[in-house]
């Protein structure tokens, strides 16, 4: 008797095809329990989207949270042995709060992990596998791809110091010019500088259209490492995922913010 997905839901026909994708790129599926102890979220409260977390005392005393995020639980129990890369994906539910509710919500998250020895092949992989999992949904999406490598490259080439660089990424992020050239002069920079952290704003676009600009606009050996990779980047797409090309967009000036897939459905 042959199975027939069609009579599936949607997020169910979606699941089914992301395993088959995750599977066949060589990811293992990742089992988890329901809770975990509240310490780890206590360390590693910077990495979480909420500090609030649901928490409860279990018979034994410790102090257990139902699941806000599911990468600290792989990263904490996944142990890759040097030279190694694990490769995992995840079909869990997590439990955080809602800003228009303003109450718990239980949501269910599907996803992939590459843990230990993860370099240029493995990121290239990551992106890819991104763009294939989002045109599995069905819906309208865009993937930003961007590199803090070309970011801090140019702070470095423009001597930027330190203490300045928060301010001015948020700014970037933000494409707030007027306030990203008060920043730039607050740290420093002439006007020349100042046009360049402006030109950032206006490298954003698909492969073809930014990545010449991005090589062009490169002035030191950290900017045409970014740039080198980006383009790698791009070549695996066209390999890998070319229906997608279209969808994903590189944006140097986003940074950290939009590391994430974004579905505007």
């Not at 970037?172 to 002069?185: G, P, T, V």
């Amino acid at each position: 008797m042959k199975f027939d997905i069609s009579c599936l839901q949607p997020k169910e026909q979606a699941s089914f095809a992301l395993r088959a994708l995750y599977e066949a790129a060589g990811c293992r599926k990742y089992h988890m329990g329901r809770f975990e102890e509240y310490g780890l979220y206590q360390e590693n409260r910077s990495f979480l989207s909420s500090e609030q977390v649901i928490t409860f005392t279990d018979l034994d005393g410790r102090l257990l949270a139902l699941k806000p995020d599911v990468t600290l639980s792989i990263a904490k129990t996944a142990q890759p042995a040097p030279g190694e890369t694990l490769r995992y994906y995840y079909h869990e539910n997590v439990y955080r709060p809602s800003a228009e509710s303003h109450t718990f919500q239980e949501i269910g998250q599907m996803g992939l992990e590459l843990l230990g020895e993860v370099g240029e092949t493995q990121v290239r992989q990551a992106v890819s596998l991104a763009a294939q999992s989002l045109a599995q949904l069905g819906k309208p999406w865009v993937l930003e791809v961007s590199h803090m490598g070309y970011l801090f490259g140019l702070l470095d080439a423009l001597g930027v110091p330190e203490a300045s660089r928060a301010a001015l990424l948020a700014k970037l992020r933000a494409k707030n010019l007027h306030e990203l050239r008060a920043a730039a002069s607050a740290a420093g920079l002439d006007e020349a500088g100042a046009e360049a952290l402006a030109g950032l704003m206006q490298l954003c676009g698909r492969c073809e259209e930014v990545l010449p600009r991005v090589e062009a606009a490169c002035r030191n050996q950290r900017m045409r490492a970014a740039a080198a990779e980006l383009n790698a980047i791009a070549a695996e797409l066209k390999k890998r995922a070319a229906d997608t090309l279209d969808k994903v967009l590189f944006e140097l000036s986003s940074g950290m913010k939009n590391a994430y897939a974004r579905s505007d459905a």
